[in-house]
């Protein structure tokens, strides 16, 4: 029996799957055998065990009864329904760690691959601050970034060509400082061999191709996987005619941002201003 090795760090759902694959070990039912106690299939019980699905209310609580934990997994989930990310980024960020090339492109904050754990904590206070999540989220969710940073910066660590909006630049997330050190932190990234960055300029207006941020993975398989998403929802695209018209779309994009150099030179002019502001 091939039995995958879980990784609670590997997304927000991961340890809510974690938790779900002790109790059914414990009765010693395969994926299958609990799948027809519970009337669900063992593709779906591996798929939460994993963390690349957000399990459903009635799923948690039918295995919750079933395997007798006194509502365990329904109380992980209630935590975690307020701190994860949007549907379909958990299974996203699985297969981001296993990509040989990514292609982003960002138009409110910088990219959270390429965000200083000083930038990122900023942003992810700012919900505390508004008293939509509790600051134990907010700790997940940043850990939980900085985990996907490291595993995008392994050994042959995957081709990343980002371009972002010139508001990613100005949009000041936590003070001078803070934006200070985040645009020199790109600055240092744009040197790196397995690393582009572009800037749109504001000027573009229209004429920018998309109107939401984008990720495009390349797999080893030489697949493209797709990823969206507006306020409230995610999409992880799979379709091949889609995607092609979203890589055709980031070409466009390619062409009409600033030059490497050009766009480094913004990122640092941009920087020097944050440096010389009150």
């Not at 904050?109 to 600051?135: D, H, K, N, S």
């Not at 493209?224 to 980031?250: D, I, V």
Request: charged letters at 25%; one cysteine or more.
């Amino acid at each position: 029996m091939n039995r995958k090795d879980l990784d609670p760090t590997s997304s927000p759902y991961a340890p809510l799957g974690v938790q779900l694959r002790r109790f059914r070990d414990a009765t010693g039912m395969t994926q299958d055998e609990f799948g027809e106690v519970i009337s669900y299939s063992g593709s779906y019980i591996s798929s939460v065990e994993r963390g690349v699905r957000r399990p459903s209310r009635r799923f948690v609580e039918i295995a919750d009864k079933a395997l007798s934990t006194g509502g365990t997994l329904a109380l992980m989930l209630d935590q975690l329904e307020h701190s994860i990310p949007i549907e379909g980024f958990p299974e996203y960020a699985e297969r981001e760690a296993e990509a040989t090339a990514l292609r982003l492109f960002e138009i409110g904050v910088v990219a959270g691959l390429l965000q200083t754990p000083e930038y990122a904590a900023a942003y992810e206070q700012a919900p505390v601050t508004r008293g939509t999540v509790t600051q134990q989220q907010a700790d997940e969710r940043l850990r939980f970034l900085l985990t996907r940073q490291e595993k995008v910066n392994r050994p042959a660590p995957p081709f990343i060509h980002a371009v972002l909006d010139e508001w990613c630049l100005r949009r000041p997330i936590g003070g001078n400082a803070v934006m200070a050190g985040q645009l020199a932190h790109l600055e240092r990234l744009a040197g790196q061999p397995n690393l582009t960055i572009q800037v749109t300029p504001i000027g573009l207006g229209e004429h920018r191709p998309f109107a939401h941020p984008v990720t495009i993975l390349t797999m080893p398989n030489r697949s493209l996987l797709g990823y969206s998403e507006t306020h409230h929802r995610g999409l992880l695209e799979r379709n091949a005619e889609t995607l092609a018209g979203w890589a055709r779309e980031y070409d466009r994009l390619q062409a009409e941002a600033l030059p490497l150099a050009a766009s480094l030179e913004l990122i640092r002019a941009v920087r020097k201003e944050f440096d010389r502001a009150p």
